[in-house]
Nanobody, 119 residues
Framework: QVQLVESGGGLVQPGGSLRLSCAASGSIFSINAMGWYRQAPGKQRELVAAITSGGSTNYADSVKGRFTISRDNAKNTVYLQMNSLKPEDTAVYYC?????????????WGQGTLVTVSS
């Protein structure tokens, strides 16, 4: 059993910052890519940012220059630093990880954390 637990969401004013964290726990041999997705009301889930085990990153155009993804492999944790937040960043943010354990490769999702950007 592998779990992803997210934290750090909340209400922030436009222009503000938040930092999301996502920790993986359970039966884990290794973790390949980790990422953050978001889903706004009435919209499809979309990739926000992803990072490989080697540290290569990929960002959605809408967040480039404002968001930074990082990870601590020793802690099986991924972070998303969000700066200059805009109302259109409001969404539920989900953590995702490609985990290898004794069962093979698994794609695991967190439960989601709500980010609301509003004055």
């Amino acid at each position: 059993q592998v779990q992803l637990v997210e934290s750090g969401g909340g209400l922030v004013q436009p222009g503000g910052s938040l930092r999301l964290s996502c920790a993986a726990s359970g039966s884990i041999f290794s973790i390949n890519a980790m990422g953050w997705y978001r889903q706004a009301p009435g919209k499809q889930r979309e990739l926000v940012a992803a990072i490989t085990s080697g540290g290569s990153t990929n960002y959605a155009d809408s967040v480039k220059g404002r968001f930074t993804i990082s990870r601590d492999n020793a802690k099986n944790t991924v972070y998303l630093q969000m700066n200059s937040l805009k109302p259109e960043d409001t969404a539920v943010y989900y953590c995702n990880a490609e985990v290898r354990n004794k069962l093979g490769y698994l794609e695991v999702w967190g439960q989601g954390t709500l980010v609301t950007v509003s004055s």
